[in-house]
């Protein structure tokens, strides 16, 4: 028996060309148009669910038609995290190797499990991780590490690495540390593994945001006397509020000192160890035990593309192997890594084959270059806040972040009025569509916040967005 063209879910081969074709158009379209556009799209749940909400269809439709109604519906309701004047959160510049690359491995739908799913998946992973070892100066023969979905994923394995080398099975006295800025992925991680909230200490950070190393020290020496365990201490290497680095090498001593694992969350800066001066900033990053990386920020993958890297790969081994019979015939020997064993996940996306594309086609050269002239750029955003008489710096340009608000000299405002107007800003800017700019809060001040990753945004653009803050500050 077989089944017909439908039941197998097959197009024909000039079905399948003139529909990939549309849809590499309407990519590179966006790709060329997209700097044009307004960066903010703002939907009400009403007018979404208007859009989209209707029963599963029985019956087909074409192909085209339903492309139509996502590229008209889907993609202009989506803010552009690519666009030059998105400047909140953590954008996501992306670049075009990469999207074609995850489109090879969708095609191809590589399954970057195991060894035997795909030999040449988990070379390339682990060939690209071996990459990361080496820029960030871990030991290549022995160092490991995965590909994640992101960030939090990351933050996630390694915290039940970290749990699992520390403490083996017995975590009831084990204690946490992590300052007042470390990212929340950490604190939901902390969560999902079962800590109770008497097993963390955020300690407080000092003016620059760092971890203060004083009160740091008192909390583990208190918790030593009262028969806890400090096991793990988190630190950030680029806060994502303003980019701050805690001190890593006097974090490492006392790590060393008081056999602590040291998780280095560098989800949101350690890129930038690719520049001279984020190089500088990022001293002591080496003696990590574990690190996160995210390469769907400022390493210009589009999404998902985390990464873990670890100084011993047998730690993860050690926490994800488990040994199923159904998957007894894949195992292999010791040097074919199955990455299941390495990490939570069993079916994996080929994430590793993007990275691996893009950094062959432009060269790492580039990938140092896009990220110097985004250090560089932020910097002369500071010089252009603190010559003008109605702006004030609150955080400098830290990795390319930098924190400010309105705070006129031609007038004298209370804290109260000074949250609103920049509070103020940021929601007219959001309403008029033209930036991606938002608010945070740092000593209780509220203050806009731009994170300058894009090597598509200009001064320019950055000039023009403050014209019109200052515009809307008056209004
Ligand atoms: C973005 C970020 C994360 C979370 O990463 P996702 O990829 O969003 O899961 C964790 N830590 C820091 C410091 C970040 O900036």
Known sequence: ???????????SRKEMQDFGYKVVDAIVDHFETQDQKLPVAIASRKE?????????????????????????????NSNIMTHPKSYA?????????SVMSDTLATGFNIFAGGWVGSPAAAGVEINTLNWMLKLFNFQVKKGGGIFTSGGSMANLTALATAR???CGDDFSKAI????DQAHSSNIKAINILGFKKEQVRIIPTDMEFKFSINKLKNAIAKDKIEGFQPFCMIASSGTTNTGTVDPLEELSRICKKENIWLHVDGAYGAAAILSKNGKKLLKGIEKADSLTVDPHKWLF?????????????????????????????????????????????????????????SIKTFGLQAFRKAIDYSIELAEEVEAELRQSNKWEVISPATLAIINFRYNTVEEKLSEKKLDEINQKISAKMMASGEALLVTTILQGQVVLRMCLINPRTTIEDVKNTLALCEMFALE
Request: proline share 5%.
């Open 1 to 11: 028996m077989k089944t017909d063209k439908t039941v197998r879910l097959d197009l």
């Open 48 to 76: 979404i669910d208007a859009l989209f909400c209707e029963e599963a269809p029985e019956n087909p439709m074409a192909a085209d038609d339903v492309l139509k109604f996502v590229l008209e519906n889907v993609m202009t």
């Open 89 to 97: 959160f953590v954008p996501g510049p992306s670049n075009y190797i």
């Open 164 to 166: 699992k080398v520390k």
């Open 176 to 179: 946490i540390y992590l300052s």
């Open 301 to 357: 993958q589009p999404y998902e593309i985390g990464c873990l890297l670890v100084q011993n790969h047998k730690w993860l081994s050690g926490t994800f192997t488990e040994k199923p019979v159904y998957l007894r015939d894949i195992e292999g020997n010791q040097s074919e890594i199955n990455f299941y064993d390495h990490g939570i996940e069993l079916t994996r996306h080929f994430r590793a084959l993007k990275f691996y594309m």
